[in-house]
């Protein structure tokens, strides 16, 4: 097996490959790679960029509410100026968790939440 770049020629196959899973291919591969084994293309992958929502408050309950209104905002403001179609947020509080998804529509992701720390 070798891994290697894709070329244009292998993007049937990422299509037939990527048709499996609950997955959008992106309108163009950037920092993506596939495995071919005995001529064929049989894996794919790529690192993209995912926009996070960092969100830190204090106050009363009210307040924090109040001030996570105006941080979603403009969070989706600067997400839309970005390009960007979509928010990630990893919490750590359950009762937030259930805000966001209440109050902003967030949703779980398809599948688990993994991060590989670079050292």
Known sequence: MIIRRPVSEDVSRIIEIADRFDFVLPKQFENAAVVEHKHQVVAFGMVRAILE??????????????QTELLIG????DARELGYTEIHSFVER?????LLQEKYGFK?????????KME
């Open 53 to 66: 929502a960092v969100i830190v408050t204090c106050g009363t309950p009210r307040e924090i509410l109040e």
């Open 74 to 77: 403009q969070g989706m403001v």
């Open 94 to 98: 359950n009762a937030f968790a259930r």
């Open 108 to 116: 779980p992701p398809v599948g688990q939440a993994l991060v590989l």
